[in-house]
């Protein structure tokens, strides 16, 4: 079994960034994200992409994410920076206390490269880049719609998003993040349709394809879809719900590898490195017919919830996870 540590990004800016940041763009509406920000903004957000890797190297970890600093919309993001795309009302970001603005596409979605911009700034540091973007069935549930005939939208996000990743660097995985997959469960007939666009936008690239999925667990007919899906990995929440997860594998299987997200990743307690270790064999014991080509180690949730110094905990407790793998295996 080769053990993979990684994360699914979207990382806490540091305390320098925000206060520059607050300066530079104000706090209103119309101060948020573009795709058109000034020298110094950028200036900024390429210290904050630096100083991501940099944690991510010093920690130790096999696979690193750009970051996502300019991320001001969460999963959101690679539509609300969109021209054809009107950033509304607040929106509460799924059960939590974050928020969102809701996107609202008003025309074409044609492909954007804004994702792609920041792939590239962040493959000049690393040879072991992770691309992550929202899967097409979250963001379509995220956004909301005035321009395509409802029934299509699906297909179009998924489109959209297969366009993004095109203009892409050179990437060793993509993270499709899924949490509406389990959030907002699709409904018969949808749940064909979610793994269909998945498929689309997966095979938009070359890389490894990992469907992450997180704050409970999937139903099992959506499970069962989504393992039709021509993708690599299926990320799994064992923070939030061990045992429904647990049975969806033994019961349906998985795919040959598999992403195990271990530690909470909206919880500042940080768990030590023996702890991450016991879980992986607890679970490893659980899933006997299972030999999975790779296992990747993450968090179940992207990071941001945290401060500072605890995002940077957590990435060393997984560092040292992948240490000890190297001198094991």
Known sequence: ??????????????????????????????????????????????????????????????????????????????????????????????????????????????????????????????????????????????ASNEHYRENEFLDVIAEFLAGEIGAFPDHETLFLLEPSLVENSPEDGEDERASEAIDRVAAATDADVIVHTYWGALEEKVHAHLLDADIDAVGYDFVSDVEDNLYNIQEYGTKDSIVLGLLDGQNTLVESPETIAERIDWIGERLPAEEFDTTYVSTNTELFYLPENKYKEKLAALGEVAAREEVTA
């Open 1 to 142: 079994m080769t053990v993979v540590t990684t994360t699914p990004g979207l990382y806490p800016l540091p305390d320098w960034a925000k206060d520059s940041l607050s300066s530079l763009k104000g706090h209103q509406k119309g101060d948020l994200i573009g795709d058109d920000e000034d020298e110094e903004i950028t200036a900024v957000y390429d210290e904050v992409r630096e100083e991501f890797l940099a944690d991510q190297r010093e920690a130790g970890l096999d696979l690193v994410t750009e970051g996502q600093a300019r991320w001001d919309d969460m999963l959101a993001h690679p539509l609300a920076v969109h021209e054809n795309v009107e950033t509304r009302g607040i929106v509460r970001y799924y059960d939590n206390n974050n928020f969102y603005r809701d996107p609202v596409v008003t025309g074409e979605l044609t492909e954007s490269g804004d994702v792609a911009r920041e792939l590239e700034t962040a493959s000049e540091y690393t040879d072991s880049l992770q691309a992550v973007l929202p899967g097409p069935y979250s963001l379509a549930d995220l």
